[in-house]
């Protein structure tokens, strides 16, 4: 189908959709979402002109991943949020099996967006064009075409680019397979936007020394924070460790030093970005302030997300909160924007044992907590359908599969002294030892969701009601 004729498709499912989606008990209360159909990857997130752009992989007509599109919100304080007109819909040649994920970029005051065509092929092959286009007086994009084919030696598999501009020159990662199936990062630069050179591989299996490190790298990401060089990327097809990488697909990052001119990266060990059950595709901005944000897709590919219970209401998947960034001692830390306070109600205290704790209203909620060490504590959220240990040695995040009810777990394997946890009506967000580790998972208890204790630890107990803050 031609952008033409998907578009009145598109509006009328968003018609259609919507009043089923926001009637959901697990419709989020404060996270984005979409109104209707499947919302994957954040695409294009970019603080331009005094606002916050964020877009999104978005197919309006179900839950499945097709009609890969680009919606568009727009917001002045990252809580406040505004739709705008939808910006990619697939249909020319050079991108007609959908608008792969991307990055957004201020080219001499002109929004322009830098994204990959995906097609595919009668007989299972594929290419992948990188494309751009540019932000028109309406608020809609403009597609320009293709700057960059497929590069030599490398499947069909090349896509996500992530573009910057370092002084005169323009930079590009863009995540890879090569022919022996192993997954890459790619860095380009270009004088123009338009016209790209390869300067060569920076990351992936086989390099940097990190030998066998999946087939697929996705949706990487590179900047400069505290004085180092960080990359984030989603490799596909990383070996499963006991109690590390145990999604289907994890998030990694890469801290060291970048080289351009010579297309070498002198990093660390691969680490994963967050524990918890869902988590992708994140993608970083940064805000006017020199606060480097991320976004990131609250979900994983492949895995049970289709027997998720809001699929049967037409939508699937939510975005993370904002966070911001920082490099400590060699560590990535992920903290709440400070912008979310304004969402914080009346506040309430508690201090004793964690099996006198009352129980506490989860439907929304923002709750800080310290555990006095020696004795274990058990957070548990709705009816059992989420449930958090805490130990002195490690935090233990369980819930039942989807699929066949048993129990599933997943660990930040490290002291715990602190957790600021971010509840809404499907999701949870656990922030570690301020920011140091990061759980992110949905879950779908029975609503109003509460929040209650089990354990002999002694607790200290701070927490804040959030109110609901929908897209206008």
């Given at each position: 189908?031609?952008?033409?004729?998907?578009?009145?498709?598109?509006?009328?499912?968003?018609?259609?959709?919507?009043?089923?989606?926001?009637?959901?008990?697990?419709?989020?209360?404060?996270h984005?979402?979409?109104?209707?159909?499947?919302?994957?990857?954040?695409?294009g997130?970019?603080?331009?002109q005094?606002?916050?752009?964020?877009?999104?992989?978005?197919?309006?007509?179900?839950?499945?991943?097709?009609n890969k599109?680009?919606g568009?919100?727009?917001?002045q304080?990252?809580v406040?949020?505004?739709?705008?007109?939808?910006?990619?819909?697939?249909?020319?040649?050079?991108d007609?099996?959908?608008?792969?994920?991307?990055?957004a970029?201020?080219?001499?005051?002109?929004?322009?967006?830098?994204?990959?065509?995906?097609?595919?092929?009668?007989?299972?092959?594929?290419?992948a064009?990188?494309?751009?286009?540019?932000e028109?007086?309406?608020?809609?994009?403009?597609k320009?075409?293709?700057?960059?084919?497929l590069?030599?030696?490398?499947?069909?598999?090349?896509?996500?680019?992530?573009?910057?501009?370092?002084?005169?020159?323009?930079?590009?990662?863009?995540?890879?397979?090569d022919?022996?199936?192993?997954?890459?990062?790619?860095?380009f630069?270009?004088?123009?936007?338009?016209?790209?050179?390869?300067?060569?591989?920076?990351?992936?299996?086989?390099?940097?020394?990190?030998?066998?490190?999946?087939?697929?790298?996705?949706?990487?990401?590179?900047?400069?924070?505290?004085?180092?060089?960080?990359?984030?990327?989603?490799?596909?097809?990383?070996?499963?460790?006991?109690?590390?990488?145990?999604?289907?697909?994890?998030?990694?990052?890469?801290?060291?030093?970048?080289?351009?001119?010579?297309?070498?990266?002198?990093?660390?060990?691969?680490?994963?970005?967050?524990?918890g059950?869902?988590?992708?595709?994140?993608?970083?901005?940064?805000?006017?302030?020199?606060?480097?944000l991320?976004?990131?897709?609250?979900?994983?590919?492949?895995?049970?997300?289709?027997?998720?219970?809001?699929?049967?209401?037409?939508?699937?998947?939510?975005?993370?909160?904002?966070?911001?960034?920082?490099?400590?001692?060699?560590?990535l830390?992920?903290?709440?924007?400070?912008?979310?306070?304004?969402?914080r109600?009346?506040?309430?205290?508690?201090?004793?044992?964690?099996?006198?704790?009352?129980?506490?209203?989860?439907?929304?909620?923002?709750?800080?907590?310290?555990?006095?060490?020696?004795?274990?504590?058990?957070?548990?959220?709705?009816?059992?359908?989420?449930?958090?240990?805490?130990?002195?040695?490690?935090?233990?995040?369980?819930?039942?599969?989807?699929?066949?009810?048993?129990?599933?777990?997943?660990?930040?394997?490290?002291?715990?002294t602190?957790?600021?946890?971010?509840c809404?009506?499907?999701?949870?967000?656990?922030?570690?030892?301020?920011?140091?580790?990061?759980?992110?998972?949905?879950?779908?208890?029975?609503?109003?969701?509460?929040?209650?204790?089990?354990?002999?630890?002694?607790?200290?107990?701070?927490?804040?009601?959030?109110?609901?803050?929908?897209?206008?």
């Amino acid at each position: 189908m031609t952008s033409s004729s998907l578009l009145p498709a598109f509006l009328q499912a968003v018609m259609q959709g919507q009043p089923r989606a926001l009637k959901d008990p697990h419709y989020p209360g404060w996270h984005l979402a979409p109104v209707t159909g499947l919302m994957n990857d954040p695409n294009g997130f970019i603080h331009f002109q005094g606002e916050y752009h964020l877009f999104y992989q978005w197919n309006p007509l179900g839950c499945s991943h097709q009609n890969k599109s680009w919606g568009h919100w727009r917001s002045q304080d990252l809580v406040h949020w505004q739709h705008a007109p939808i910006a990619l819909i697939p249909g020319e040649d050079y991108d007609r099996s959908g608008c792969y994920s991307g990055s957004a970029v201020d080219n001499q005051g002109q929004l322009t967006l830098c994204y990959t065509g995906n097609v595919k092929f009668d007989d299972g092959s594929r290419t992948a064009w990188q494309c751009l286009a540019v932000e028109n007086a309406q608020g809609g994009f403009d597609k320009t075409g293709p700057v960059l084919a497929l590069p030599e030696g490398y499947t069909g598999h090349v896509r996500d680019p992530k573009v910057w501009r370092q002084g005169e020159t323009w930079y590009m990662v863009l995540g890879a397979q090569d022919k022996h199936k192993q997954g890459k990062v790619l860095l380009f630069h270009s004088g123009n936007l338009t016209d790209w050179t390869l300067a060569g591989e920076i990351a992936g299996s086989g390099l940097g020394g990190l030998g066998e490190a999946g087939y697929m790298w996705e949706c990487p990401d590179l900047f400069h924070l505290d004085g180092q060089d960080v990359l984030i990327a989603c490799p596909q097809g990383v070996t499963k460790q006991e109690k590390r990488f145990l999604n289907t697909y994890p998030v990694t990052w890469l801290c060291g030093t970048l080289q351009a001119d010579g297309a070498t990266f002198h990093h660390g060990p691969l680490a994963e970005l967050d524990a918890g059950f869902e988590f992708y595709a994140p993608q970083t901005a940064l805000a006017e302030d020199g606060r480097r944000l991320l976004i990131g897709w609250m979900g994983v590919p492949d895995g049970e997300e289709m027997l998720q219970p809001t699929v049967k209401n037409g939508w699937i998947h939510q975005m993370t909160c904002p966070r911001q960034l920082s490099l400590k001692q060699g560590r990535l830390f992920q903290q709440p924007v400070t912008e979310l306070q304004m969402l914080r109600e009346t506040e309430s205290g508690w201090q004793g044992l964690a099996s006198q704790a009352p129980e506490i209203p989860a439907e929304r909620l923002e709750i800080l907590l310290t555990r006095t060490p020696g004795k274990s504590a058990t957070l548990h959220f709705g009816n059992d359908d989420l449930v958090l240990t805490w130990s002195d040695c490690e935090l233990c995040l369980a819930r039942r599969s989807q699929e066949n009810g048993e129990w599933q777990y997943r660990y930040w394997d490290a002291p715990a002294t602190g957790l600021q946890i971010l509840c809404d009506h499907s999701s949870i967000e656990i922030f570690i030892n301020q920011g140091e580790g990061v759980m992110t998972s949905r879950y779908f208890p029975a609503q109003p969701a509460t929040l209650s204790f089990s354990g002999e630890a002694e607790l200290q107990v701070r927490y804040w009601s959030l109110r609901a803050c929908m897209v206008e």
